[in-house]
């Protein structure tokens, strides 16, 4: 697997379609596993970065982090996601690295992704203001300034934002569009025989 990390040694040439996925302690299982495991069938280079290198999940899965979020370097990435959960999403709204590399990577308009509670890391950023967003219900009041649809995904120019686990294909398909692999997305869900609307 190539990273894309702030020392890089020999890895390697690096794949297509950079994006990193961010865990906490508490971070909700399909939200995360889903889409990396779509996206990286799709071959784009996928890289988790955790708060710290062992995160668990909010169900008590574990899962060792390729590498730290502060290890990240933000200019070669194409996307970041943010999976909810709880308490996984308070902890990335509330670490600054995680608010640094969001804004940056809004300022050069790559995609910035968030499911279920975690689009209250992307308000405490301020990038949603105007934006249209959906989220899990529960945090909806804390998401004020953004246009609020409740929908299963929304897609607001480089923004892209789930409602809750239900949503993680879709979610998977959304990133996936926005990094030119659309069409390839859609036939894999067909051959996994995920049901789309």
Same mark, same amino acid.
């Given at each position: 697997?190539?990273?894309? $990390? #702030?020392?890089?040694?020999? #890895?390697?040439?690096?794949?297509?379609?950079?994006?990193?996925?961010?865990?906490?302690?508490?971070?909700?299982?399909?939200?995360?596993?889903? =889409?990396?495991? %779509?996206?990286?069938?799709?071959?784009?280079?996928?890289?988790?970065?955790?708060?710290?290198?062992?995160?668990?999940?909010?169900?008590? /899965?574990?899962?060792?982090?390729?590498?730290?979020?502060?290890?990240?370097?933000?200019?070669?990435?194409?996307?970041?996601? $943010? =999976?909810?959960?709880? =308490?996984?999403?308070?902890?990335?709204?509330?670490?600054?690295?995680?608010?640094?590399? %969001?804004?940056?990577?809004?300022?050069?308009?790559?995609?910035?992704?968030?499911?279920?509670?975690?689009?209250?890391?992307?308000?405490?950023?301020?990038?949603?203001?105007?934006?249209?967003?959906?989220?899990?219900?529960?945090?909806?009041?804390? $998401?004020?300034?953004?246009?609020?649809?409740?929908?299963?995904?929304?897609?607001?120019?480089?923004? /892209?934002?789930?409602?809750?686990?239900?949503?993680?294909?879709?979610?998977? %398909?959304?990133?996936?569009?926005?990094?030119?692999?659309?069409?390839?997305?859609?036939?894999?869900?067909?051959?996994?025989?995920?049901?789309?609307?």
């Amino acid at each position: 697997m190539n990273y894309f $990390l #702030r020392n890089k040694t020999d #890895r390697g040439a690096i794949m297509a379609g950079k994006i990193v996925f961010l865990l906490a302690d508490g971070f909700e299982e399909i939200e995360a596993i889903t =889409p990396i495991d %779509v996206l990286r069938r799709l071959e784009f280079n996928v890289v988790v970065a955790g708060l710290r290198k062992n995160v668990q999940g909010s169900h008590g /899965i574990k899962i060792e982090a390729d590498c730290l979020v502060t290890d990240i370097n933000e200019s070669e990435l194409d996307a970041v996601v $943010l =999976p909810g959960g709880m =308490p996984g999403a308070t902890y990335l709204r509330d670490c600054p690295h995680v608010i640094e590399l %969001v804004i940056r990577m809004n300022s050069r308009k790559a995609v910035v992704a968030a499911i279920c509670a975690a689009p209250i890391a992307l308000k405490k950023a301020g990038v949603i203001e105007g934006k249209t967003v959906t989220s899990h219900p529960s945090v909806k009041t804390e $998401l004020a300034g953004a246009i609020h649809t409740g929908r299963l995904t929304e897609v607001d120019g480089n923004i /892209i934002t789930g409602k809750g686990p239900g949503a993680a294909y879709e979610f998977a %398909v959304r990133i996936a569009t926005a990094l030119g692999k659309g069409a390839k997305a859609e036939e894999l869900l067909n051959m996994m025989f995920v049901q789309r609307r």
